[in-house]
């Protein structure tokens, strides 16, 4: 069985506090994805990863930043966050010619 | 870009049979998937269509038409698991941007009721 895991379920972060949410998958997957997910807006895609040290901005990039040294392993930065960074966060990784992505559990990061 | 489309909320009844259907206008396609997604959980794969037609597994179907832009998920003898956010998501070619990157609906949130 795929397992992705991120390494917390709930977080609390104060403004402008640097944010490090950890993503680690252990099927050998080349792609990894961070999406955020928020109420009415959905699921969507902050950064993307085909391949270690490779990133490709999403459609929400701003405020964020990403890095993959190995790869199984892939994280979100947020480096000063801010109130409007509260949301669940979600990681994803898939095979290089694969369809599905499989998802990490969430974290629920609230920035007061 | 993309853009999908989907109703916000759908009700039915335990045994009956839904349909939550997605639209689509993108840039460039290469293949349309729905996930399922319980509430304070991970979204799971349902199912992954590229080619016109229906796509049947178990109690679940998803049908796409390219040409109208169109798909649905089909669920048969609902039962109370199945309540649930069905997402509708779309990948594009390559050229749109990244092969791997998929743009997801805002979700249906399906209550099944007794």
């Known amino acids: 069985d795929v397992k992705v895991t991120q390494s917390s379920r709930y977080l609390v972060k104060r403004t402008g506090e640097k944010v490090f949410l950890e993503c680690v998958q252990d099927?050998?997957?080349?792609?990894m994805f961070w999406y955020r997910q928020d109420p009415g807006l959905g699921l969507r895609l902050i950064y993307f990863?085909?391949?270690?040290?490779?990133?490709e901005k999403g459609d929400i990039p701003e405020g964020y930043s990403v890095s993959r040294e190995k790869k199984e392993r892939f994280s979100l930065i947020l480096e000063s966050a801010s109130t409007n960074q509260t949301s669940m966060y979600l990681c994803a990784s898939s095979s290089g010619g694969g369809h599905e992505q499989y998802f990490g559990p969430g974290t629920r990061l609230t920035v007061t | 870009g993309q853009n999908i489309d989907q109703p916000t909320e759908m009700t039915a009844t335990e045994g009956a049979i839904v349909q939550i259907n997605c639209t689509y206008q993108?840039?460039?396609?290469?293949?349309l998937f729905w996930y399922q997604q319980h509430a304070g959980e991970a979204p799971t794969f349902l199912s992954y269509n590229v080619l016109d037609g229906l796509e049947e597994k178990g109690r679940f179907s998803s049908f796409l038409s390219r040409s109208k832009g169109y798909s649905y998920l089909l669920l048969k003898e609902l039962q109370m698991k199945d309540s649930a956010s069905y997402l509708c998501?779309?990948?594009?070619?390559?050229?749109?941007?990244?092969?791997?990157?998929?743009?997801f609906g805002t979700g249906t949130k399906l209550q099944v009721i007794p």
């Open positions: 998501a779309v990948r594009p070619f390559p050229s749109s941007g990244g092969y791997q990157k998929v743009t």
């Open positions: 099927m050998d997957h080349e792609n």
């Open positions: 990863s085909y391949d270690v040290k490779m990133k």
């Open positions: 993108t840039s460039g396609f290469n293949g």
